[in-house]
């Protein structure tokens, strides 16, 4: 399929929507229901989609620049979830050549994800109307609506976490799952944190796959930051951040840690990382004891900084520490003015000094967590 034309997909437009009317209008009205016996074609491109899904973090590249990747993740996820068999279809003056020529290099570089092909016609609401036919066909408005849907697609997600369905899948579901939790209206509650850690914790593979799979969800920066801001929410009456922490901050950094994505950083996003998190006077972790001459960071600043400390080689912390105007104003943001706080913190970073004067190339995170 990769070598065909654009014109010869628009010539297969009419048996690809036949295809579409089944598979993604009756198997999406099933419903996780017990679908009906597979026909040898059926058969056929559904070895050819399991194939091309596994394949697909190979293939990233092959996605043209006008594609969204999040609105790429989030279809991926419904082929690995769903198990349905995708098609595009675009009404002509909905689309624009520059669009309708990605789609086509999308489509052809991803066969196993549209095995339907790429439809391009007129019609307004549903690419085949057949007599005895049930369900929504293409129906894409109301299948846009459904995908897009924020709200009902969350509910699903929570229920879909808890049973394992991310297991076994591919990245796409991690991405696609996490940003959607991430991203949900208000602020980030415990269940979706702990729905988070969960599926952080159960990607299987760790260090720069992890890391990849976290910017794919946010970014780093991102999740503390939504992290941080259910804590500063709930915790409004805390002062030095002593009592009750009802937050899952803490565990998201030293699952980070332990699992090696915070090591997989490159040393300017390191650099950049730990200036944002040590910038306790203008930067978006300042509270409110800051404005009053408080010098010491967060509580939860610190532990962020302390795992990123813990993922360093001896040349990265060094550039950290020389970054932050040397290890007296980095002390000073651990310890405060009176050094009442943060004992617990330099002891850390000295055993992470200690640690490379043996072992320099090492993170330390492998040997202490």
């Not at 849907?149 to 049973?163: D, T």
Request: positive net charge.
């Amino acid at each position: 399929m990769a070598s065909e034309s654009p014109q010869s997909q628009l010539v297969q437009s009419k048996s690809y929507a036949s295809l579409f009317g089944y598979c993604a209008g009756k198997r999406l009205a099933l419903n996780f229901a017990e679908a009906p016996r597979k026909s040898a074609v059926a058969s056929s491109l559904q070895s050819s989609l399991v194939t091309s899904v596994e394949e697909s973090a190979d293939k990233m590249h092959l996605i043209p620049d006008l594609v969204d990747l999040h609105a790429w993740n989030r279809y991926c996820t419904l082929l690995q979830v769903f198990k349905v068999f995708g098609g595009i279809y675009v009404q002509e003056p909905d689309c624009c050549p520059a669009s309708v020529a990605a789609l086509v290099q999308l489509a052809n570089n991803h066969p196993g994800h549209f095995p339907m092909g790429f439809a391009y016609g007129h019609l307004s609401s549903k690419a085949v109307a057949v007599a005895d036919h049930t369900g929504r066909g293409l129906a894409a408005q109301a299948l846009l609506e459904e995908f897009s849907s924020q709200k009902r697609l969350n509910k699903n997600v929570y229920r879909w976490i808890r049973q394992g369905v991310h297991l076994n899948a591919g990245e796409e579901v991690y991405r696609s799952w996490g940003r959607r939790l991430l991203l949900s209206p208000g602020l980030l509650t415990l269940r979706n944190q702990t729905l988070l850690l969960r599926l952080l914790a159960d990607f299987p593979m760790e260090g720069r796959a992890l890391l990849a799979v976290v910017d794919g969800i946010g970014g780093v920066q991102e999740l503390f930051l939504r992290f941080f801001q259910h804590y500063e929410a709930m915790s409004p009456f805390t002062v030095f951040e002593l009592g009750w922490q009802f937050n899952h901050t803490r565990p998201l950094m030293r699952l980070l840690r332990n699992r090696g994505a915070l090591a997989a950083m490159s040393p300017g996003a390191k650099l950049e990382l730990s200036q944002w998190l040590l910038d306790c006077t203008h930067g978006q972790l300042a509270g409110r004891m800051h404005h009053f001459g408080r010098a010491d960071v967060h509580l939860l600043a610190k532990e962020a900084f302390l795992c990123l400390a813990e993922s360093c080689t001896r040349r990265e912390l060094s550039q950290i520490i020389i970054g932050w105007n040397g290890y007296r104003a980095v002390r000073r943001c651990l310890r405060g003015w009176l050094h009442l706080q943060g004992v617990h913190y330099e002891r850390r970073l000295r055993a992470v000094m200690s640690h490379h004067l043996q072992l320099p190339e090492k993170p330390s995170y492998t040997f202490t967590r």
